[in-house]
């Protein structure tokens, strides 16, 4: 089996982007303890079934994606405790944030993204991740965010279900008695034949209607979501977006922040310059421009009314090879 492919399969990357940066960083494999090991040179290499497999650098594999350990050197950087905090991760996709967040004590993670389909698994069976998709950051409002994490966590059900427990064991009272039928048997308790025809009808419209969509429904929570608060005001938001300014999204988020609560966004240089200040391969290497980014973000939350508290380097370099930066915030009480 190839190598990226075998290290997903064997549950040692959650995604094969993930398993070729372990690959990258170091990975070998050897028959037994007592024969030499094999190191990994690319992702196309073929390890045999039954060996024992070894990463050189496991980092990579500590969270679902490099995200994860992007957010885990800001929140070093910035000392900033998640350990009981309510969170919302804008930009979710396949939860690397989301992810770190919950390995650093956060109780709940409501994560929003434009896309569809992009959350690991393993965060969406959490009970503690509120999932929302289809859902743009720049034109969310409590309302809204509400209203779709109420859908996230729901399922539609009959809005009059068929209620076969209270439906008589047997509808004439001859078969509650054995099938006797004598001269004293007491007929009052029988079901009417219209009753029956009726019962029927109702039962083959309600079939019809189930088989043409049109049975009216409602929506109601599932049980590992019962008690969930979707409240929309968080401790703490946080955000990994893609192909625009952080400076249209800010004002979407600050009513979704608490009194006090706080910001840790990463800033993508190459999204907040114009395209002619972006170099080849959307490569931002002029130290000049990241200043001007840094000053045009600070202003955006002045004028939010955001106090900004830091502004960091991210421990991890972007996808592209971009230095990306954190920035930190807290709403005034």
């Not at 309510?86 to 929003?112: H, K, N, P, Y």
């Not at 209607?209 to 590992?224: F, I, M, W």
């Amino acid at each position: 089996m190839r190598a990226d492919v075998f290290l997903v399969e064997k549950g040692l990357a959650a995604t094969r982007s993930q398993a070729q940066r372990l690959i990258a960083a170091g990975v070998q494999w050897r028959l037994a303890p007592s024969l030499p090991w094999h190191r990994v040179a690319k992702n196309g290499d073929e390890i045999p079934a039954g060996v024992e497999v070894q990463l050189l650098d496991a980092a990579e594999a500590r969270y679902l994606s490099r995200g994860g350990l992007k957010l885990e050197g800001a929140l070093r950087d910035t000392g900033l405790q998640v350990g009981g905090r309510r969170c919302l991760d804008v930009g979710q996709s396949t939860g690397g944030f989301t992810d770190c967040l919950l390995q650093q004590g956060a109780v709940q993670v409501i994560g929003v993204d434009v896309g569809h389909a992009q959350l690991h698994e393993r965060l969406r069976q959490d009970a503690r991740v509120v999932c929302v998709e289809g859902l743009n950051a720049r034109a969310m409002t409590p309302e809204t965010l509400l209203a779709a994490c109420e859908e996230a966590v729901s399922v539609l059900v009959e809005a009059h279900p068929d209620d076969d427990e209270t439906q008589p064991e047997a509808p004439y009272a001859w078969m509650r008695n054995g099938g006797l039928v004598d001269d004293e048997y007491d007929d009052s308790d029988d079901a009417r034949e219209q009753d029956i025809e009726d019962f029927k009808a109702e039962r083959a419209a309600k079939d019809k209607a189930r088989a043409e969509g049109t049975l009216a429904t409602v929506r109601q929570r599932r049980p590992d979501y019962a008690e969930a608060d979707l409240s929309p005001a968080f401790d703490l938001v946080t955000g990994d977006l893609s192909f625009i300014s952080l400076t249209l999204v800010l004002p979407a988020l600050l009513p979704l922040l608490r009194p006090d609560g706080q910001l840790l966004m990463l800033v993508k240089p190459q999204f907040e310059l114009q395209p002619g200040q972006v170099g080849k391969g959307g490569i931002v290497r002029d130290p000049a421009l990241h200043a001007v980014v840094e000053q045009r973000l600070r202003d955006c939350c002045t004028q939010l009314g955001l106090q900004v508290l830091g502004w960091y380097p991210s421990a991890v370099e972007g996808g592209e090879g971009n230095q990306e930066y954190f920035i930190h915030a807290r709403r005034a009480a």
